[in-house]
């Protein structure tokens, strides 16, 4: 593993099951960057934690700490990763691909992740009903992907 930056290493607040905080996590790895792991439990509402809350006012993981740097956004994560940390690039040099792959991401963060986060789910199942809450998300995101998936099949995003 790489190191961050010398004598500093990044922090991550991240969540197991956060489909945010793993792409995250992903791009670290693939990197090699050595990171902290701080674990916030979103089902104990620790996101609404005053001191958490100092770090990212909306209360949502993932948040990256790279000293006086502090993001709380994966793609703005990501790239912020890519630019700084330029060795095994994780974007294609060919303009299209890299548009396919913006659009992938976007297509998950704004078309398929905020429609099912945990506040929504919590939301529909208290105002609709607890057993609307699978079927709602699986559809939100069987939708999403229905185009993701044919673009990444057809179009190969490795150079
Ligand atoms: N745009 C943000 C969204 C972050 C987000 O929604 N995170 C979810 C977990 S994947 C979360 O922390 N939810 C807490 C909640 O809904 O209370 C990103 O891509 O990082």
């Excluded at 396919?100 to 429609?115: E, Y």
Aim: net charge positive; charged share 20%; hydrophobic share 40%.
């Amino acid at each position: 593993m790489a190191s961050a930056s010398v004598g500093k290493e990044l922090t991550l607040y991240s969540y197991w099951r956060s489909s945010c905080s793993h792409r995250v996590r992903i791009a670290l790895n693939l990197k090699g960057l050595k990171y902290e792991y701080k674990p916030v439990n979103l089902l104990k509402g620790e996101q609404s934690r005053p001191e958490f809350l100092q770090l990212n006012p909306v209360g949502c993981v993932p948040v990256l700490v790279d000293d006086h740097v502090v993001l709380y956004d994966s793609f703005a994560i990501i790239m912020y990763l890519e630019d700084k940390y330029p060795h095994n690039p994780l974007l294609p040099h060919d303009i299209y691909k890299r548009a396919i792959n913006f659009q992938a991401a976007s297509v998950v963060s704004s078309t398929i992740q905020p429609l099912h986060n945990l506040s929504l789910l919590n939301y529909i199942g208290e105002k609709v009903g607890p057993d609307e809450k699978l079927p709602w998300a699986q559809s939100i995101i069987r939708r999403g992907f229905k185009g993701e998936v044919w673009l990444i099949c057809s179009h190969c995003t490795i150079e």
